[in-house]
């Protein structure tokens, strides 16, 4: 098993920054793909930015060129730099890993429990 613990949201200000932190409390055997996604009251789960096996990243288009998601393999934690925050940026973020703990695992989806951010006009 894999659990994931979001940090580092908060309430900023439009034009802010902020870097969320996903750790893991474990070094994940692989992965398919990991990112972050974000739900704000009454919508839909979205994806905000991910990056697959291979390195390739993708990024809804609300936040091309402000968020950039990074990991540190080294640490077990992934990283979502949101800069330039938008109200419409207020949701709770989540952290996702589809992958394996490890060489004895099924494949699953792993879910962190959610860290908020709150953008103000």
């Known amino acids: 098993q894999v659990q994931l613990v979001e940090s580092g949201g908060g309430l900023v200000q439009a034009g802010g920054s902020l870097r969320l932190s996903c750790s893991a409390s474990?070094?994940?055997?692989?992965?398919?793909?990991m990112g972050w996604y974000r739900q704000a009251p009454g919508k839909q789960r979205e994806l905000v930015a991910g990056?697959?096996?291979?390195?390739?990243?993708k990024y809804a288009d609300s936040v091309k060129g402000r968020f950039t998601i990074s990991r540190d393999n080294a640490k077990n934690t992934m990283y979502l730099q949101m800069n330039s925050l938008k109200p419409e940026d207020t949701a709770v973020y989540y952290c996702?890993?589809?992958?394996?703990?490890?060489?004895?695992?099924?494949?699953?989806?792993?879910w962190g429990q959610g860290t908020q951010v709150t953008v103000s006009s």
């Open positions: 474990r070094t994940i055997f692989w992965f398919n793909t």
């Open positions: 990056i697959t096996v291979g390195g390739n990243t």
């Open positions: 996702n890993v589809d992958g394996r703990a490890d060489s004895w695992s099924r494949r699953e989806n792993y």
